[in-house]
């Protein structure tokens, strides 16, 4: 019986040290997003997140977790425009949109109708 509680102990430590990692690796993340605050203001707060890391890391969320979230939702929103301009340039134009083109070229006299054709072909298989 004494090692389930062992046990059980061990996983609540293991729980508690694993959620304060993520929090301590999300304040110093929020810290370097933060362009308003100086270096040395960055500096103090990671140096007494060492030294007195729960304090720190509770004053932290209370004093700055507003810009926090704002950071943070600017980042997201930063990086879902940097993936969606990157699917958009590898992805393509739809079947629609090359047979215009490849019409286009053909009433301007730049390609013939059997290259005409063949762009087509390939534009819907």
Not at 10 to 39: C, E, N, P, Q, W
Not at 43 to 68: C, E, H, Q, R
Not at 80 to 108: F, H, N, P, T
């Amino acid at each position: 019986m004494d090692s389930f509680w062992d046990f059980l102990w061990l996983m609540i430590v293991a729980f508690a040290f694993v959620a304060y990692l993520i929090l301590l690796f999300s304040i110093i993340t929020d810290l370097f997003r933060d362009h308003k605050t100086s270096g040395w203001a960055k500096a103090i707060w990671i140096f007494f997140l060492f030294v007195i890391p729960l304090l720190t890391a509770l004053v932290y969320l209370i004093v700055k977790s507003d810009g926090m979230a704002q950071r943070s939702m600017a980042s997201a929103q930063d990086a879902k425009r940097a993936q969606d301009s990157y699917i958009r340039s590898v992805a393509g134009k739809s079947s629609a949109e090359e047979i215009a083109d490849a019409k286009a070229l053909l009433d301007a006299g730049a390609i013939t109708e059997g290259e005409y054709q063949t762009l087509k072909s390939r534009a819907l298989s």
